[in-house]
């Protein structure tokens, strides 16, 4: 059995969106997506000074 590549991060990511975007709840409270989008922005940050980010 073989199975199409998937990126799961970027389905997590992707479903907090269409969530966000939506008004919704996402599909399992408290859940990765919110702590993906944080090291997110904490990468984005890091790259933008140089500096170290805490991501909680």
């Known amino acids: 059995m073989t199975f199409p590549e998937t990126s799961t991060e970027r389905a997590e990511l992707e479903h907090f ?3 966000a975007m ?3 709840p996402l599909a399992v ?3 990765g997506e919110v702590h993906g989008v944080a090291v997110l ?3 984005l940050e890091s790259a933008r000074d140089g500096s170290r980010v805490r991501v909680a």
């Open 17 to 19: 969106a269409q969530a």
């Open 22 to 24: 939506a008004g919704r």
């Open 29 to 31: 409270a408290d859940g």
């Open 41 to 43: 922005e904490a990468i």
